[in-house]
């Protein structure tokens, strides 16, 4: 898998943008990635040094809608700490 095919897309809450502060960026990934492919991956595509990757698998939650009754996606996020100094322009505010 190259770069592009692991990173998925950036994660915008609230919450992500309050880890920004500590220099942690949050990403949907792949997920069959695992921690050292993401942070090739952030490097390669950010060309910053990434010092830690923590990952989660987000569950599904059950929907309805109306009568209809079913789950959203299984999804896994990557929270990537980078060294300090290093910052991801696509976030820059």
């Known amino acids: 898998?190259?770069?592009r095919e692991i990173?998925?897309?950036?994660?915008?809450t609230e919450h992500s943008y309050d880890m920004m502060e500590?220099?942690?960026?949050?990403?949907?990934?792949?997920?069959?990635?695992?921690?050292?492919?993401?942070?090739?991956?952030?490097?390669?595509i950010f060309d910053v040094?990434?010092?830690k990757v923590n990952t989660l698998t987000v569950k599904p939650k059950k929907k309805r809608?109306?009568?209809?009754?079913?789950?959203?996606?299984t999804w896994k996020k990557a929270m990537v700490t980078l060294k300090d100094?290093?910052?991801i322009e696509l976030f820059a505010s």
Request: hydrophobic share 45%.
């Open 7 to 12: 990173i998925i897309r950036p994660i915008i």
């Open 49 to 51: 040094t990434v010092v």
């Open 65 to 73: 809608v109306r009568v209809q009754q079913g789950y959203t996606r």
């Open 1 to 3: 898998m190259n770069a």
């Open 22 to 44: 500590k220099n942690t960026f949050t990403f949907e990934v792949a997920k069959n990635a695992n921690k050292i492919e993401v942070a090739k991956a952030v490097e390669e």
């Open 85 to 87: 100094g290093d910052t």
